[in-house]
């Protein structure tokens, strides 16, 4: 990893932004033409596509009650209890960000208030064909769920041998998701969020993808809502010399795993830690499964900050607003009214960003790439919708009609002032 020693006027030049990928021109026109197929030839292109791209004729692309018997059966008793623990965890967490609806009442009788209404229904993606992730399951259906949202479509790339992950087919039996489709990349995005013959489309698109499921919500927003187009993950550990360099290590490739563009980050005043992680990540890597990954980010987009104090350190860390901060110093609830930009913070060393990943409750699906700054986790509003209620009273309108009017004119908008007006006439007679 590379090490830099930070001086006080440098904190504000850093930066974890770099450039999203928005793919080449031939990756965004071949998702163009794959969202136009889908339009135009509904199921049949989407059956198309999935010979073409997963290798699979699939005469119906929906999962069957037997297909997830059979996962039942397969599966191991211990994955469905640790799987279910991790839905109560992370229900209970949502079900605490809830929004209500709300009105008040004036003096002069006019109500005003804010309607409050999930979505009718909400698409997820959730990645597949080699690798298997409940845990997207879950983060991304509980607080659909909880908001409220009455339809819940799923949809996932099927493996070569035509099936879904046995983890996966578990995890949306038990949150009772009906509409699972085995279909995956742009197709599956278009189908979503324009419908085909078997398949009603959605108001928003939910879950993270490659970079044809990412180009095609690009294209779809406006149509559809999407939750975000996240970049590749990052960690950033603020420490100082209590923290053990073995576990400071393990987490920062924790991250560096995910993807060779993934970022991982330590930020210390410690000269000594910063050694010592330095050496264990390198010793640590060269028994990763997935060492060759885990070093091209370490290389490329691993780094070490030294500053000259704590709070300097904590500046860094503000000015990075990463996905997930883990802070492991002596007393990290301490420092938490300081940190102003993080995804997820997570405190202390029985924290580690992992907890988050499956177990803990709040949400993974995180702002990356610098928008922390301004995003915030996905949860349980971005499935609900806000609805402005107006009751003016005649009192309250008798009263304001003429700076109404007045402001109308003040923008040249002649027709808003008269219907105000009309409304006078009507009481004068």
Do not use: C
Not at 151 to 174: F, M, N, Y
Not at 197 to 224: C, H, M, S, W
């Amino acid at each position: 990893m590379n090490m830099t020693y930070i001086q006080e006027h440098e904190k504000d030049t850093l930066s974890l932004k770099r450039s999203l990928d928005t793919g080449t021109e031939e990756q965004r026109l071949a998702v163009q033409h794959i969202i136009q197929e889908v339009r135009a030839n509904g199921d049949e292109a989407v059956r198309s596509f999935t010979k073409q791209f997963d290798g699979i004729a699939l005469d119906s692309p929906l999962v069957t009650a037997d297909e997830i018997a059979e996962a039942y059966e397969r599966i191991d008793r211990a994955v469905i209890q640790m799987i279910q623990t991790a839905i109560r965890n992370i229900q209970t967490y949502h079900e605490r960000q809830l929004s209500s609806s709300w009105f008040y009442h004036q003096q002069d009788g006019t109500m005003l208030g804010q309607k409050v209404t999930p979505l009718d229904a909400v698409g997820v993606y959730v990645p597949g064909g080699t690798a298997a992730y409940p845990s997207s399951v879950l983060m991304n259906v509980i607080p659909a769920l909880v908001a409220g949202v009455e339809r819940i479509v799923l949809v996932t790339p099927p493996g070569k041998d035509g099936r879904l992950s046995d983890a996966v087919l578990v995890a949306t039996q038990e949150l009772g998701v009906s509409e699972v489709y085995k279909m995956g990349g742009a197709q599956a995005i278009a189908a979503l969020a324009y419908g085909t013959e078997n398949i009603q489309p959605v108001d928003k698109i939910t879950g993270p993808g490659n970079i044809y499921v990412a180009l095609a919500k690009r294209e779809v927003f406006g149509q559809v809502d999407i939750d975000m187009i996240a970049g590749p993950s990052e960690i950033a550990v603020l420490a100082d010399e209590t923290a053990l360099a073995h576990e400071v290590a393990a987490d920062l490739l924790s991250q560096a795993e995910h993807d060779a563009l993934a970022s991982s980050i330590l930020v210390t005043p410690s000269v000594t830690l910063a050694q010592k992680v330095q050496a264990e990540v390198q010793s640590q890597l060269d028994t990763l499964p997935r060492k060759s990954i885990a070093a091209q980010s370490i290389q490329n987009h691993g780094h070490i900050y030294v500053t000259d104090s704590l709070d300097s350190a904590v500046e860094v860390v503000n000015q990075l607003a990463p996905e997930h901060l883990e802070v492991l110093t002596a007393y990290p609830e301490k420092l938490l009214s300081q940190i102003k930009h993080a995804g997820a913070i997570f405190l202390g060393r029985y924290s580690p960003e992992a907890v988050g990943d499956y177990f803990a409750g709040p949400n993974h699906v995180l702002p990356t790439n610098g928008t922390a700054r301004f995003s915030s986790p996905l949860g349980v509003t971005d499935f609900q919708k806000k609805t402005s209620i107006i009751s003016y009273s005649q009192e309250a309108f008798e009263t304001h009609s003429k700076s109404i009017a007045a402001f109308a004119r003040l923008e040249g908008l002649e027709a808003h002032a008269r219907s105000i007006e009309a409304r006078k006439r009507e009481e004068s007679k």
